[in-house]
């Protein structure tokens, strides 16, 4: 379309302004071809008429819609002219507080002269992986593409980053450079990264120094190598640097400083290190006073030293380095203070005594009268003779500065030297990214010599960026197909890339796409004019070479060589100037001191003293090195000019040469790398934060390319939409026939050339639409014109209808009061005075004849109403009545009925408890049972070993009855021999009387003795007796309060034992005593017996000493007769004992053989009486509750039996539900499947009916077969117990009496088996009658299922009782035919143990860890198998008491673990399962280690399988770290898997149909776009994949403690990755975009409550974002909206709420932007908040601590069974 039609009604334009520079304005009317004015508005709401050229008229440039200004690339704006990106910058800079903004493939950036929360660690970690233009511009992003495209295209990148002094090129080139420190760690102990940021501040001090626009500014540019390894770690760096500022030593404007070091140093002189210096204040050095003020608000000199002399040190520069750098810097002050005066006749001196002077030369070690002479005078060479002249105290001083320049020129190319050196390391460099910063465009009230060579290097810089630029747009659309503009007048820039534009054409050529020339700009002519033959560097060389040129003649040279040239102009006002047309602006240069700088000259005296110094340090700087000739890898490059050569040896290059050759190099290297660009740009003179001076920033925008950038990309397709965007913002344009297309490329086609006319506005690409420049503007005022068509004819509507309505009303009232005011004129008129009697006297007639004529009527009505009503009321009455009759005889029936019912629900109740009860006693007997043949077993070992001493007791009689025979036979040769010596024992009879009353008092001793000690071993057996009768009755009586307590009284019986055993064992001993003492009296006889033999020998007659022998011989006598008796009466009791406690087994014999005849030993009958008398109580007990449980074990048997019918009758119940109900089986099925989940014991109960009607059957048949071998082993019993009932007639009755009772309760338990059947055929009927209750059906069902498990279960205990006591019967009748009493078989049971030796370790852990796979496993066995399996094991180990086999498992489990997690770090489900089989392995660790704490829910089986000799509590800390370090592999697995979806899914995908928050893109964003099909992430797409995460972990049975932590950590990533980008991207910013995150944060919740996960409170992770996305659709204009922003928004910081405020972005013309001024009142109550963070960004990679709840398993491991699909067939259950 013709541009003459937007200049329309509303639409607004730019005019000129003097103070802004432009200002906008709104036409006023329509502007038609022909109008000579254009009537504008101005802001300020004045009029303005703007006069315009009918017949050429030259229109102000249109301003952009407001959905376009703010926008992150400058070419995404519709309008590309200067007033557009100016007006763009501001709004951006001013008020959404943003500094970055892209201008196509140049990053914009404005210097905000205060510190932002954007350059932070997380902040580069948001931007590292991210395509350029996915988030906001930033320095970050073009560092990352920089680095992205070394990576991806293996080839070598730039950062150009140029600017204006104090626009903050050094800031961003050390972010550049901090980036790649960060994103790419070495891993290396050099810290090469540390070291390359660690330059910075050594350069800076050296290189920097304050200038009237700039505190920091860099007085030298350089080029910095970041050298990058093959995985692209940062391995070194080297640094180039560019045309120091050396006249900043020796001067400096007002206002400004010299050098930071110098300050730095002189503030520090008061070190020791600096003594030696001899330093002074810097207000009294010469060279660092020039300028004024000395200091610089907010630095602080001496720690800048102090990080100057850190970085000196962390870059490996010695402290001798430091020294003599430090030592010439001091010498360089020291010689400007050296006082050169005037001698008069043009000569000039030193004085002799100067202090400064004799420092100087102290610190140089050189000599001061050499010095002090040549610095005055000068050597001239000629042929004959050499001449010494003096020299005038101008050029003495120009002497003096020169060396100060060169030395510290020379100092900083050796700092530079040292620096690279260090940062060198060893390793082969793969790339290098380089950072330039250098020099901007400068122009100045007075330009010199050096703006002269940086406005240079800025013109081969630009032409350089103009071939870069036209390669991106070429290569762009290629991908496009779209039409190509080739420039003209470009070629002679195109030396480097001419064979790629050449193959790039023939390309286009194929694919027949058309060519069209625009112009470029090309500033050839300008570097021609410059570095050509005969150019202004040639012209000012030449002269140089000249002894007495000056300036102006080589002035007059370039007036004369290049007047002709249209760049080079001659000053109208001035004679000692010239002027440069540069790309940027007109620079006027004034020649003076060109030459003198060009020269750079240095009396050749001067340097012969400092090369002869005996300092080497400064002696290295001027020893004459040969020049070697560099040989250069990149791509040559051939001059504009050729070199000019030196006629001989001395002649020296000059500085502009120098320059010439360095900036060579340097485009020879961008030229071979890919550039990136940093345009910096200085807001304003004052450096006042966030203040913009359009005048200062147009010019700088000029200066640096961006306006140029902004033409080339106007005069092509500027704007670009892909076609779902343009169907997403302009379906309103389309009609319903273009709507209802389903190819949306041709819709857009079709739409598109309805709406613009002319083809040549647009072209259509392969996936995009380019427009013209303008033509997007045009289709928003279309959008616009057409929305506002519709709200107008909305607005007439509704007005129509309000006004209509409010007519209506108006109507309605008028008529009413129309009404009464004409029925008021109608009586005014026709009534009179008589008329009223009249009427009066009528009305009163009329009053009496109705008054009457009521009454009467009236009595009438009230007679038939009383007459109806007492009809009425009596039929009521009637009815009633019969209704109470009904309802009491009702009431009756329900309550016979309801009695009835709850006598039934109580019968069946009590039958199911009784059940209940029955199952659990049967249980509780079968443990007693079992604990009872324990202590049988006890017992009899007892007897056994009491019956094998007592034999050995007897042999011991027999032997001390043989020794008395022998005493016998000796007294009777005694005797003989006594009356030979009866005669010769007179005179010792005395003396054996006394000796023999002392025996018989000793002997008396030792009976009361031994009485007192029998006496008290009877007391303490009584005792132990009473002891253990108590113990048994407090068994009894608390065994009915609780079954755990049978654990403590288990303990007290033990404890009871081990007492009884101490005691038997301490009456053991004090029996030994007792034979001890026997023994000595038997050998106190015997020596009776010899002396009494002596006494003989010569005493033959000894009359009363043989009586005396005779009165003990039969005392003793007595004593054995006593001794016997008591011995037959111990015997007796054995023998009862034993018949007692084995007559029915074994025979007559064995109990002789047990108690033998030998009695002669009486004094251990006694010991053993108190004994045998416990046994044989205790013992009878035990014996009648053996026999007790066998019988009850009958009763069990036909209560089983019962059951089995029971559950029969059950399963057919069920089926013929199953078959009755067929319309609910479906619900059935699931229900059932549900618990089948839960409880993998049970079948699938899809196949139920058909496997109960299987199992229904088995139990039948093995019912049968039980009860078959049960009758016959119940017939061999009976038998049996009959046989023991003839010989014991107690026992027979007591048996008879308990058979009664167990038959009177088998009879009782069959009629309620009997009732239960009938209550279950009742409930049947109830059921059918009830079919169309789903609900209770399926109750129902669950709870029958679940009884049936109950029921299969008890079934499986019965079966092993039913084994047990035929393994029992079988050893009883074993033990009768073999008439002997072993101890009672003990019936098998497994333990929950796995068996395995040494050799199958490595095999388990082979197949149950590294080979398993998650799939294989968890949908065949219960979930935790394999943790199960391995504690088993761990069991057995400990069960063995096997340390070195506990410990070789326990190792290898970690072990394989480990290498299965370190192999499939990947693998989500592997993680997932080992995770939870690791927790599991924890937990039973924990449950079963036998500490209290884990202890509580155990059952006593539980309890039983406790570890018992080894604590692992060692081993548990490394399962845990072990588990911690799975965790977190798990959740960096998850977050990998969702990371790529969240901000495509929950930010960009628009979930909300019809809301649409599309906007056009710039330069960037389809720059590095590659269109290819990939997959499109939702918000669904992330549902998705939490829910295959969920039921990953639910399917391998994971706690639910974990899932929740798991399911809370992705939630956080997902808020926070989310939230970060909103931070990050200024077009996410919008209050569609809010509604859209909401909607989003909606599907999650409700995921959360169909996964049952709200207790996990993932939810509250996402109140960040959801406040955010709050704050984006709340109102933000009032004082109001400002308190409620700052009252809900309590989980962002006011860093953040302030940074969306600013970034808001309206979507349509309708929204408005945040004003600067509520952001302000939001930020000013945001400042009492205390302890907020200022961070801008969540931490992503925060990870909540993870916890390990104990979760005890109810998992019985004695009924874990191997599935053989494990190959673990080595393991053997115990």
């Known amino acids: 379309m013709a541009l003459l039609e937007l200049y329309t009604e509303y639409n607004r334009v730019w005019i000129p302004d003097a103070e802004h520079v432009w200002k906008s304005a709104e036409v006023m009317r329509d502007f038609h071809f022909g109008h000579n004015v254009l009537e504008l508005l101005l802001e300020d709401g004045t009029e303005h008429h703007l006069p315009v050229d009918p017949s050429k008229p030259q229109l102000p440039p249109l301003r952009n819609p407001d959905i376009l200004v703010g926008e992150n690339d400058l070419t995404a704006l519709s309008y590309l002219h200067e007033p557009a990106v100016l007006h763009n910058l501001k709004v951006r800079f001013v008020e959404s507080r943003i500094i970055y903004t892209y201008c196509g493939i140049i990053l914009v950036a404005v210097n905000p002269y205060k510190q932002l929360h954007v350059y932070g660690d997380a902040i580069i970690h948001a931007y590292s992986g991210q395509n350029m233009g996915d988030m906001d511009p930033h320095i970050f992003a073009v560092a990352e593409e920089a680095y992205k495209q070394m990576a991806r295209n293996h080839k070598n990148q730039s950062i150009i980053v140029s600017g204006e002094s104090g626009a903050g090129k050094t800031v961003s080139a050390r972010y550049a450079m901090r980036y790649f420190a960060i994103v790419s760690k070495s891993g290396s102990k050099t810290h090469v990264e540390d070291k390359v940021l660690a330059s910075n501040p050594i350069t800076e001090a050296i290189g920097n120094a304050r200038t009237t626009r700039n505190d920091n500014s860099s007085r030298f540019g350089k080029y910095t190598e970041i050298s990058f390894d093959r995985r692209y770690r940062i391995i070194g760096a080297n640094m180039r640097t560019y045309l120091l500022e050396k006249s900043r030593v020796v001067f400096q404007a007002d206002n400004e400083r010299n050098y930071h070091i110098f300050y730095q140093m002189c503030s520090c002189a008061h070190l020791p290190e600096f003594k030696n210096l001899r330093l002074l204040s810097a207000d009294k050095f010469e060279y660092t006073c020039m300028g004024g003020d000395i200091s610089i608000e907010g630095v602080d000199d001496k720690k800048d030293m102090e990080e100057t002399r850190k970085t000196f040190s962390l870059l490996g520069l010695k402290k001798d380095f430091q020294s003599d750098v430090f030592k010439v810097l001091a010498a360089i002050l020291h010689l400007g203070n050296v006082k050169i005066r005037n001698s008069g006749d043009g000569k000039s001196s030193v004085p002799p005594g100067d202090p400064h002077l004799a420092v100087l030369c102290e610190l140089l070690s050189v000599s001061a009268e050499e010095l002090a002479c040549w610095l005055c005078h000068r050597r001239i060479v000629l042929v ?128 027949d796409i058309p060519w069209t020339l625009i112009d470029f700009y090309d500033n050839q002519p300008v570097i021609d004019l410059i570095e050509a033959k005969m150019g202004i560097l040639d012209l000012l060389d030449e002269e140089c070479l000249f002894p007495q040129g000056t300036d102006q003649s080589w002035l007059q040279k370039l007036f004369n060589y290049l007047d002709a040239n249209p760049l080079f102009e001659k000053p109208r006002l001035s004679n000692e100037a010239f ?72 002649l020296r290059t000059s500085v502009g040469d120098k320059f010439c050759s360095s900036l060579s190099l340097l485009m020879e290297t961008l030229n071979a790398t890919t550039p990136h660009y940093v345009r910096c740009i200085k807001p304003n003179d004052e450096k006042l934060p966030f203040e913009y001076d359009s005048r200062r920033v147009v010019q700088q925008l000029r ?51 309805r709406l613009i006319q002319d083809p040549n506005q647009y072209k259509f690409g392969r996936t995009k639409i380019f427009f013209r420049a303008g033509q997007v503007a045009y289709l928003e005022k279309l959008r616009l014109d057409r929305l506002r068509r519709a709200c107008v004819t909305i607005q007439k509507h509704v007005r129509g209808w309000s006004q209509r309505r409010k007519y209506l009303r108006m109507r309605d009232a008028a008529i009413i009061l129309q009404q009464y005011i004409r029925g008021i004129r109608t009586i005014r008129k026709t009534v009179t005075a008589a008329a009223l009697k009249r009427g009066w006297a009528a009305l009163v007639i009329q009053r009496y004849w109705r008054g009457y004529r009521m009454t009467q009527i009236f009595q009438v009505v009230r007679l038939a109403s009383i007459t109806i009503q007492a009809f009425t009321r009596g039929w009521m009455a009637r009815k009633r009545y019969k209704k109470m009759v009904k309802e009491q005889k009702a009431l009756i029936l329900q309550k016979y009925a309801r009695a009835w019912l709850a006598r039934r629900r109580f019968q069946t109740m009590r039958r199911l408890v009784l059940n209940v009860q029955l199952s659990f006693r049967v249980q509780k007997l079968r443990k007693k049972a079992e604990e009872q043949n324990k202590e049988n077993r006890g017992l009899m070992e007892r007897l056994t070993s009491l019956a094998n001493s007592h034999s050995q007791t007897v042999d011991r009689l027999q032997g001390l009855e043989a020794q008395l025979e022998k005493s016998t036979s000796q007294k009777a040769s005694v005797e003989a021999r006594e009356k030979k010596a009866k005669e010769d024992a007179r005179l010792t009879t005395a003396q054996l009387q006394k000796e023999i009353d002392a025996l018989n008092l000793e002997k008396q001793n030792l009976e009361k003795r031994f009485d007192a000690s029998t006496k008290e071993a009877k007391e303490n057996f009584d005792q132990i007796k009473r002891s253990l009768l108590e113990d048994k009755e407090y068994e009894t009586r608390f065994r009915k ?215 229904k059957q088995e139990l039948e048949a093995h019912v049968e077969v039980q009860g078959r071998e049960l009758a016959e082993k119940t017939e061999e019993i009976t038998n049996i117990l009959q046989k023991k009932i003839k010989e014991e007639s107690s026992q027979h009755r007591h048996f008879k009496e308990k058979a009664e009772e167990l038959e009177e309760l088998k009879r009782e338990l069959q009629g309620r088996v009997e009732e239960l059947e009938d209550e279950n055929d009742h409930l049947k009927r109830q059921m059918l009658m009830e079919s169309e209750a789903k609900n209770k059906l399926r109750q129902e069902t669950s709870r029958l299922t679940a009884e049936n498990m109950d029921f299969e279960e008890q079934l499986d205990q019965k079966d092993r009782i039913i084994k047990k006591l035929q393994n029992h019967i079988k050893s009883l009748e074993t033990s009768q035919k073999a008439k002997q009493t072993p101890a009672p078989a003990i019936p098998k049971d497994y333990l929950g143990m796995l068996e395995y030796t040494r050799e199958d370790e490595s095999r388990l852990v082979q197949n149950i860890i590294l080979d398993l796979k998650p799939k294989g496993v968890v949908v065949n066995v219960i979930p935790g198998l394999p943790a199960y399996i391995l504690f088993m094991c761990i069991r057995h180990a400990d069960y063995l008491n096997d340390e070195a086999k506990l410990k070789s498992l326990m190792t290898a489990i970690i072990g394989a673990v480990k290498k299965v997690i370190m192999s499939h770090h990947k693998d989500f489900e592997l993680l997932s399962f080992w995770l939870s089989n690791t927790y599991q392995l924890l937990n039973c660790l924990k449950q079963y280690s036998g500490e209290e704490e884990f202890l509580k829910q155990n059952t006593p089986r539980q309890k039983k399988n406790c570890l018992q000799n080894f604590d692992l509590s060692e081993h548990r800390q490394i399962l845990s770290d072990l588990a911690i370090q799975i965790y977190h592999q798990f959740v960096s697995v998850m977050e990998k898997t969702l990371t790529p979806a969240i901000v495509p899914g929950l930010l960009e995908h628009e979930s909300l149909q019809g809301i649409s928050s599309m906007k056009p893109t710039g330069f960037r964003k389809r720059s590095n776009s590659i269109y290819e099909d990939s997959e499109t992430h939702t918000i669904s797409s992330i549902i998705q994949q939490l829910s295959v995460f969920h039921s990953t972990m639910s399917q391998h049975g994971m706690e639910q403690g974990l899932i929740n932590q798991a399911v809370k950590q992705m939630f956080f990533l997902v808020g926070a990755t989310t939230l970060n980008n909103i931070m990050l991207r200024k077009d996410m910013c919008s209050c569609r975009k809010g509604m859209q995150i909401r909607c989003n944060i909606s599907y999650l919740e409700e995921w959360l409550k169909e996964k049952e996960l709200q207790s996990s409170n993932a939810i509250n992770t996402l109140r960040p974002l959801s406040q955010a996305a709050w704050l984006l659709q709340v109102n933000k204009s009032t004082e109001g909206d400002a308190k409620e922003i700052t009252e809900k928004c309590t989980e962002l910081n006011p860093v953040q709420i302030v940074k969306i405020l600013n970034s808001y972005t309206p979507i349509d013309d309708f929204e408005k932007r945040v004003a600067s001024s509520f952001v302000r009142k939001v930020q000013s109550l945001l400042q009492d908040r205390d302890g907020s963070s200022s961070q801008l960004m969540l931490d992503s990679g925060y990870r909540f601590q993870v916890t390990f709840p104990f979760c005890p398993s109810s998992q019985a491991l004695e009924l874990l069974q191997v599935p053989s699909s494990l190959h673990l067939g080595f393991l053997t259950r115990i």
């Not at 008796?1125 to 111990?1130: F, K, L, P």
Request: glycine share 4%.
């Open 384 to 511: 004959a003779e050499t001449v010494v002249k003096p020299v005038p105290e101008e050029r003495a001083v120009n002497a003096r500065d020169a060396l100060a320049k060169q030395i510290y020129a020379h100092l900083f190319d050796c700092i530079i030297k040292r620096i690279n050196t260090a940062l060198r390391v060893a390793g082969q460099q793969h790339a290098f990214i380089g950072v330039l910063d250098i020099y901007g465009f400068e122009t100045f009230d007075i330009n010199s010599f050096e703006q002269f060579c940086i406005n240079y290097a800025n013109e081969k810089l630009q032409q350089q960026f103009n071939l870069v630029c036209f390669t991106i747009f070429l290569n762009h659309c290629k991908t496009q197909h779209a039409n190509l503009y080739q420039p003209r007048g470009f070629l002679c820039c195109l030396i480097f890339n001419q064979h790629v534009f050449k193959l790039e054409q023939e390309e286009y050529m194929r694919e």
């Open 579 to 650: 002027v440069i047309q540069h790309f940027a602006d007109k620079v006027e240069y004034q020649c003076t001191g060109f030459l003198e700088k060009n020269r750079d000259a240095l009396y050749e005296e001067l340097i012969d003293i400092m090369r002869v110094s005996k300092f080497p340090f400064l002696a290295n700087f001027f020893r004459e090195e040969k020049q070697s000739s560099v040989t250069n890898k990149g791509v040559k490059v051939r001059p504009a000019r050729p070199g000019v050569k030196p006629t001989n040896k001395q």
């Open 703 to 753: 200066a640096c390319g961006v306006l140029e950038t902004i033409r080339i990309s106007a005069q092509s397709y500027p704007s670009r939409w892909t076609y779902n965007e343009f169907y997403s913002r302009y379906s309103i344009l389309m009609s319903h026939q273009e709507a209802d297309l389903n190819d949306k490329k041709q819709t857009c086609k079709n739409v598109l050339q």
């Open 1041 to 1255: 309060i609780a079954e755990n307590n049978t654990a403590i009284q288990r303990q007290d019986h033990e404890k009871e034992v081990e007492t009884l055993k101490e005691e038997i064992k301490r009456l053991k001993e004090e029996r030994v005593g007792l034979q001890r003492k026997i023994e000595e009296e038997g050998q106190v006889n015997s020596d009776l017996q010899e002396q009494v033999i002596q006494l003989t020998k010569h005493v033959k007659v000894i009359p009363e000493l043989r009586r005396d022998l005779n009165n003990l011989q039969n005392q003793r006598n007595n004593m054995d007769r006593k001794m016997k008796q008591q011995s037959e009466q111990a015997r007796a009791k054995i023998n009862d004992i034993t018949r007692q406690l084995l007559g029915g087994v074994v025979e007559e014999e064995v109990l002789l053989g047990l108690t033998p005849d030998d009695s002669e030993k009486i004094y251990e009958v006694e010991d053993l009486l108190a004994t045998f008398d416990g046994l044989q109580k205790a013992t009878r007990i035990l014996e009648t509750r053996q026999k007790e449980q066998r019988e009850s074990y009958e009763t069990q048997v036909e209560g089983l039996k019962l059951k089995v019918d029971h559950l029969q009758n059950e399963n057919s119940k069920l089926q013929n539900l199953f078959h009755e109900k067929s319309n609910l089986n479906e619900n059935i099925r699931q229900e059932v499947s549900r618990l089948n989940c839960e409880n993998s014991v049970i079948p699938e109960l899809k196949l139920q009916a058909s496997e109960l009607q299987r199992q």
